[in-house]
């Protein structure tokens, strides 16, 4: 009789993933984190949102297409507006995370930013010409993204 040994094909990064998508948990760690405890986020005011945040970057005529993956996002409405919370798993020390997430949190803004800019140029309903050189309104805004990182490594 022979014996295979099973291989365990789970990934701790997916388990974590589908840890923090619970949305009381997602709301727990940033209340905590963020907010002293206090319950500024609710569970029933999240909702999950796009975590691609991939985008093409072009600089005098060099384009270059950046790929970039969120763990875990979600959308919470305050309003009219809504606020972007996104969410990192590391399990290994990386000494430039900081310099990570704002790379992230631009690659979000930017996303934004090409949306509005598509429809904009669709409208054609600019009243000044600063409007249309950016082609960004002065009405127009972006939705904030707050991210958060958690370590769970090991080695302090």
């Known amino acids: ?13 997916s388990i974590l993933k589908n840890f923090w998508r619970d949305n009381a948990r997602f709301a727990d760690l940033f209340n905590t984190a963020l907010f002293g405890g206090v319950p500024f986020l609710r569970p029933d005011d999240l909702c999950e949102a796009d975590t691609d945040v991939s985008t093409l970057l072009k600089f005098n005529g060099h384009a270059e297409t950046i790929q970039k993956v969120f ?5 919470t409405a305050n309003g009219v507006d809504f606020v972007i919370w996104g969410l990192e798993n590391q399990s290994k020390i990386h ?23 598509s429809k904009n140029r669709k409208d054609n309903d600019f009243s000044s010409s600063d409007e249309f050189l950016s082609v960004f309104k002065k009405s127009d805004r972006l939705h904030p993204v707050i991210s958060l990182c958690i370590y769970y490594g090991e080695d302090p």
Do not use: G, Q
């Open 95 to 117: 000494y430039a995370m900081p310099l990570r997430h704002m790379i992230e949190d631009a690659f979000s803004y930017l996303k934004e930013y090409n949306e509005v800019v």
């Open 1 to 13: 009789m022979f014996f295979t040994a099973t291989i365990n094909k789970i990934k701790p990064d």
């Open 71 to 75: 763990d875990v996002v979600k959308k």
